[in-house]
């Protein structure tokens, strides 16, 4: 059975760093593009990052860019999100998410290319 999980998340203050990561289980990610999405209450979810099958592709969103980055360990079947300068409205609910409809090298970061999702990881930014 195919799974993601992720880790990683919780509290931190204004300008601080937090690691998300994300395993797969039952499945190889070698062969998937990943993404990073999150949802705040009462929005839509958004892609925050995504990386290509091999890593040479990254995609960021916005207001993310220069603050995080997407990485990945296909040894260790992961794929990371180092969060860095951290804002309140950084404050959601983090999802990692693969799709195997992408070419090795796409890393498009929207929702309705990903297929299989994981659980989500709650991310707090707060004083």
């Known amino acids: 059975q195919l799974q993601l999980v992720e880790s990683g998340g919780g509290l931190v203050q204004p300008g601080g760093s937090l690691r998300l990561s994300c395993a797969g289980s039952g499945f190889t990610l070698d062969y998937y593009a990943i993404g990073w999405f999150r949802q705040a209450p009462g929005k839509e979810r958004e892609g925050v990052s995504c990386?290509?099958?091999?890593?040479?592709?990254?995609t960021y969103g916005d207001s993310v860019k220069g603050r995080f980055t997407i990485s990945r360990d296909n040894a260790k079947n992961t794929v990371y999100l180092q969060m860095n300068s951290l804002k309140p409205e950084d404050t959601a609910v983090y999802y990692c998410?693969?799709?195997?409809?992408?070419?090795?090298?796409?890393?498009?970061?929207?929702?309705?290319?990903?297929?299989?999702w994981g659980q989500g990881t709650q991310v707090t930014v707060s004083s």
């Open positions: 990386i290509s099958r091999r890593g040479g592709s990254t």
């Open positions: 998410a693969a799709t195997s409809r992408m070419s090795a090298v796409q890393a498009i970061c929207h929702v309705d290319f990903y297929d299989y």
